[in-house]
């Protein structure tokens, strides 16, 4: 008995000493006590999981505390013990019998492990570039006690940490998602952590809730009474004129907002969009007004819009939608609005209602970019050419924001519409991808995804295009597109004095072909790089626009070319083109009475006969490659089998499962457009790149159907007025 006492006493002697021995803790939780005691702000007293929050978020402002006095986010791991020990005593005044650690699991030694082996300002300042920082106090050095500021904050600093702040977060209490809000109270917000806008926007502690007064209930009830019958009757009649205006106003079709599915609901659950009424949204852009409109699309108008706190924001204006698509819609609102990335456009919010007379309306809003578009820049009417460092730096934020829609997120998101006038430009040029109207999400295993063409002319994939297989190199075809605009100030598409088309594509690879890469750069272009940059630049350009799909990189691979030092890939051979350089066509067609263009030996003359491709055969007669569509329609509508006879002597044209193909007078066919796989597969095993067609036929240079779609899509544009936006 008497060993077992001794026991007992050597033990707690031991833990005594143990105590003793720890380091005194430096966080400063006097400075939670005062905020607690000044306001009514306390931890909640029912829900365990909202109590552990409110613990864990006032650990983190006793940090930027400590963070602004010594530089330092994390106490010793000696000091963790003591430090646990002084917060379980400010938190018995409120919560008696709650243990800090066991009730939420917090680990002991958490307190003092950070996020990637970060603890100190200077390492912090080490991995986030200053352009980063800049940005954040941009947005955060204000007051945040407003939704608005506040918004714009977060927003910044969640773009921050999902791209610098990747590490594994240790525990849950110093994890890489709250060192932005850290080191943003300590450093970048004027009023610092210990304000109750900071605290209540950067750690979710709202220190002074408003409270409804009670003198003044008093006093209105009073006044009431006083009123007495006067009152009382004032106020049944401003009721019954407000129910009757309501009543008319419904009549005439005033917009009333939808009863949402649950996918749409679980939107604001799970991030922190703001759902807007349609109302607001028709304030903000004055009735969607035209002068409001800054851009024009296929699937919607763009609005600039000023919001009742006076932030700027645009409004994308869906067109044509209906009710039934809304769960598809909340999936991809949510998807999209989880993507944050620096030179990604940030979602703010989204709206759908449905009006009697205007019908069902989505719209998205998200933060409006002062500096324009890209398009806006180079074709723009300002006289001022961007730099070459400037132009760099688009091309490059560009493609980083490109792989991380291909390869960051989850899914996997293809934008579909890459064009100059979707890169928005910051105030220091920064690009930020915008438009994600047409984006589809690629599930996890598949390769490709067929669906129906949308876009916009010159700069739709090839085998998009002409098969409607999209891949995540669809965008980096767009991409290549982008770049040559970007570096020759030459739009994708385009139309001469003299009406003929051009594609800025062909012209790049035409004259990288010759070895006058450098041809491509525009002409007083400021501050121009070195010529061994602006080379690699131009070849990656005509790489990733190549016609084939497989010869063109992944973005996160053009990423590395531009970056680093990685050597460029040699360029595919580009298939013998049906549409020829328009200048090498005139001055061809200049040397001959008849107009006629030869084609290689053993092929069929191409000609252009009033503005028309035609095929010339030995005898010279010829039959146009481009009937008018109201011809082929009635034609075909006449026959049984839809099959278009040619003039004589010339196999039938026919079409198969909406394939067009070539028929033999013996009946027997093969199909023009074959699927490109097998075209690549084909063409790999040939040096030439010919494919050959069954015996009997005329040989099809590769992708020969290609250059026949382009020519015939660039001259019925011409014909239609130039029509910009491709939907088929």
């Given at each position: 008995?008497?060993n077992l006492?001794?026991l007992?006493?050597?033990?707690?002697?031991?833990q005594?000493?143990a105590?003793n021995?720890?380091?005194p803790?430096?966080?400063d939780f006097?400075?939670l006590?005062?905020l607690?005691s000044?306001?009514?702000?306390?931890?909640p007293?029912s829900?365990i999981?909202q109590?552990c929050?409110?613990?864990l978020?006032?650990?983190?402002?006793?940090?930027?505390?400590y963070?602004?006095?010594?530089n330092?986010?994390?106490p010793?791991?000696?000091?963790?013990e003591?430090?646990?020990r002084?917060?379980?005593?400010?938190?018995?005044?409120?919560l008696?019998?709650?243990?800090i650690r066991?009730?939420?699991?917090f680990?002991?030694?958490?307190i003092s492990?950070?996020?990637?082996?970060?603890?100190?300002?200077?390492?912090?300042?080490?991995?986030?570039?200053?352009?980063?920082l800049?940005d954040a106090?941009?947005?955060c050095?204000?007051?945040?006690?407003?939704?608005?500021?506040?918004a714009?904050?977060t927003?910044?600093l969640?773009?921050?940490?999902a791209?610098?702040?990747t590490?594994?977060?240790?525990g849950?209490v110093s994890?890489?998602?709250?060192?932005?809000?850290?080191?943003?109270a300590?450093?970048?917000?004027?009023?610092?952590p210990?304000d109750k806008?900071?605290a209540?926007?950067?750690?979710?502690?709202?220190?002074?809730?408003?409270?409804?007064?009670?003198?003044r209930?008093?006093?209105?009830?009073?006044?009431?009474?006083?009123?007495?019958?006067v009152?009382?009757?004032v106020l049944?009649?401003?009721w019954?004129?407000?129910?009757k205006?309501?009543?008319?106003?419904?009549?005439?079709?005033?917009v009333l907002e939808?009863?949402?599915?649950s996918g749409?609901?679980s939107?604001?659950?799970?991030?922190?969009l703001v759902?807007y009424?349609?109302?607001?949204i028709?304030?903000?852009?004055r009735n969607?007004?035209?002068?409001?409109?800054?851009?024009r699309?296929?699937?919607?108008?763009?609005?600039?819009?000023?919001?009742?706190?006076?932030?700027?924001v645009?409004?994308?204006?869906f067109?044509?939608?209906?009710?039934?698509?809304?769960?598809?819609?909340a999936?991809?609102?949510?998807?999209?609005?989880?993507v944050?990335?620096v030179?990604?456009v940030?979602?703010r919010g989204?709206?759908?209602?449905?009006?009697?007379?205007?019908?069902?309306?989505?719209?998205?809003?998200?933060?409006?970019?002062?500096?324009?578009t890209?398009?806006?820049?180079?074709?723009g009417?300002?006289?001022e050419?961007?730099s070459w460092?400037?132009?760099?730096?688009?091309?490059?934020?560009?493609?980083r924001?490109?792989a991380?829609?291909?390869y960051?997120a989850?899914?996997?998101?293809?934008?579909?519409d890459?064009k100059?006038?979707?890169?928005l430009?910051?105030?220091s040029?920064e690009?930020?991808?915008a438009?994600?109207?047409?984006?589809?999400?690629t599930p996890?295993?598949?390769?490709?995804l067929?669906?129906?063409v949308?876009?916009?002319?010159?700069?739709?994939?090839?085998?998009?295009?002409?098969?409607g297989?999209?891949?995540e190199?669809s965008?980096?075809?767009?991409?290549?597109?982008?770049?040559?605009?970007?570096?020759?100030?030459k739009?994708?598409?385009?139309?001469?004095?003299?009406?003929?088309?051009s594609?800025?594509?062909?012209?790049?690879?035409?004259?990288v072909?010759e070895?006058?890469?450098l041809?491509?750069?525009?002409?007083?272009?400021?501050?121009?790089?070195s010529?061994?940059?602006?080379?690699?630049y131009v070849?990656?350009a005509v790489l990733?626009?190549?016609?084939?799909?497989?010869?063109?990189?992944t973005?996160?691979?053009?990423?590395k070319?531009?970056?680093?030092?990685?050597?460029?890939?040699s360029?595919?051979?580009?298939?013998i083109?049906?549409?020829?350089e328009?200048?090498d066509?005139?001055?061809t067609?200049?040397?001959s009475?008849?107009?006629?263009?030869s084609s290689?030996?053993?092929?069929?003359?191409?000609?252009?006969?009033?503005?028309?491709?035609s095929i010339?055969?030995?005898?010279?007669?010829?039959?146009?490659?481009l009937?008018e569509?109201?011809d082929i329609e009635?034609?075909?509508s006449?026959?049984?089998?839809?099959?278009l006879?040619?003039p004589?002597?010339?196999?039938h044209?026919?079409?198969?499962?909406?394939?067009?193909?070539?028929?033999?007078?013996?009946g027997s066919?093969f199909?023009?457009?074959?699927?490109?796989?097998?075209?690549?597969?084909?063409?790999?095993?040939?040096a030439?790149?010919?494919?050959s067609?069954?015996?009997?036929?005329?040989?099809l240079?590769f992708?020969?159907q290609?250059?026949?779609?382009?020519?015939?899509a660039?001259?019925s544009?011409?014909?239609k007025?130039?029509v910009q936006?491709?939907?088929?």
């Amino acid at each position: 008995m008497f060993n077992l006492l001794l026991l007992t006493i050597t033990l707690s002697l031991v833990q005594t000493q143990a105590q003793n021995n720890t380091a005194p803790c430096p966080l400063d939780f006097n400075v939670l006590r005062n905020l607690t005691s000044a306001g009514s702000g306390r931890p909640p007293n029912s829900d365990i999981n909202q109590q552990c929050q409110y613990i864990l978020q006032g650990l983190r402002l006793v940090q930027s505390h400590y963070l602004q006095l010594n530089n330092s986010f994390l106490p010793p791991l000696d000091s963790a013990e003591s430090c646990w020990r002084n917060y379980q005593v400010l938190i018995d005044v409120f919560l008696p019998n709650f243990d800090i650690r066991s009730s939420c699991g917090f680990n002991t030694s958490w307190i003092s492990q950070g996020c990637m082996n970060i603890s100190t300002r200077s390492q912090f300042e080490a991995i986030v570039p200053v352009s980063a920082l800049n940005d954040a106090a941009s947005n955060c050095n204000q007051s945040l006690e407003n939704n608005s500021p506040c918004a714009a904050c977060t927003t910044s600093l969640s773009t921050l940490q999902a791209s610098y702040l990747t590490g594994t977060s240790i525990g849950n209490v110093s994890d890489c998602q709250a060192y932005p809000s850290i080191y943003a109270a300590a450093f970048t917000n004027r009023y610092g952590p210990t304000d109750k806008g900071t605290a209540k926007c950067l750690f979710l502690l709202d220190f002074f809730p408003k409270k409804s007064s009670k003198k003044r209930s008093k006093v209105l009830i009073l006044g009431v009474l006083l009123g007495g019958g006067v009152g009382l009757v004032v106020l049944i009649g401003l009721w019954w004129i407000f129910h009757k205006r309501k009543k008319r106003a419904d009549k005439l079709g005033r917009v009333l907002e939808t009863e949402l599915g649950s996918g749409l609901e679980s939107i604001s659950q799970s991030t922190s969009l703001v759902k807007y009424t349609f109302d607001e949204i028709r304030k903000a852009t004055r009735n969607f007004s035209r002068d409001n409109i800054i851009g024009r699309g296929g699937y919607g108008n763009v609005y600039k819009g000023e919001l009742p706190d006076g932030s700027l924001v645009a409004f994308k204006r869906f067109k044509n939608c209906s009710a039934a698509g809304d769960s598809s819609f909340a999936h991809e609102v949510e998807v999209i609005a989880s993507v944050r990335h620096v030179n990604l456009v940030a979602l703010r919010g989204y709206c759908t209602a449905t009006s009697p007379f205007e019908g069902h309306q989505r719209i998205i809003v998200c933060d409006l970019i002062k500096n324009g578009t890209l398009h806006d820049h180079l074709f723009g009417s300002s006289a001022e050419k961007l730099s070459w460092p400037i132009r760099q730096k688009i091309a490059l934020g560009t493609a980083r924001g490109l792989a991380y829609l291909h390869y960051g997120a989850q899914p996997s998101i293809i934008h579909r519409d890459i064009k100059a006038s979707n890169i928005l430009l910051d105030e220091s040029f920064e690009p930020k991808v915008a438009d994600f109207g047409l984006a589809k999400f690629t599930p996890e295993g598949m390769t490709h995804l067929s669906t129906r063409v949308a876009g916009t002319m010159g700069y739709v994939a090839p085998e998009y295009a002409l098969y409607g297989q999209l891949t995540e190199r669809s965008d980096v075809f767009s991409f290549g597109v982008v770049l040559l605009e970007l570096l020759s100030g030459k739009k994708a598409f385009m139309v001469d004095h003299e009406g003929q088309p051009s594609i800025v594509t062909d012209w790049a690879w035409s004259l990288v072909r010759e070895g006058r890469t450098l041809d491509v750069i525009e002409d007083g272009m400021p501050e121009s790089g070195s010529q061994e940059i602006l080379e690699k630049y131009v070849l990656v350009a005509v790489l990733c626009s190549h016609p084939q799909l497989y010869a063109r990189p992944t973005m996160d691979q053009v990423v590395k070319m531009l970056e680093t030092d990685l050597s460029i890939p040699s360029i595919p051979e580009r298939p013998i083109s049906l549409v020829a350089e328009m200048d090498d066509i005139e001055r061809t067609a200049s040397r001959s009475a008849s107009g006629q263009l030869s084609s290689p030996t053993g092929y069929q003359h191409f000609t252009f006969e009033n503005d028309s491709p035609s095929i010339r055969n030995e005898e010279g007669s010829s039959f146009s490659l481009l009937a008018e569509m109201d011809d082929i329609e009635r034609t075909a509508s006449r026959s049984a089998s839809g099959q278009l006879s040619s003039p004589a002597g010339y196999q039938h044209l026919t079409f198969e499962n909406d394939r067009p193909s070539i028929r033999k007078e013996e009946g027997s066919s093969f199909s023009l457009v074959a699927e490109m796989d097998d075209i690549e597969r084909t063409a790999s095993r040939s040096a030439s790149g010919q494919l050959s067609s069954p015996a009997g036929y005329q040989h099809l240079t590769f992708v020969a159907q290609l250059a026949i779609s382009r020519m015939i899509a660039l001259l019925s544009a011409r014909k239609k007025g130039q029509v910009q936006t491709l939907e088929q």
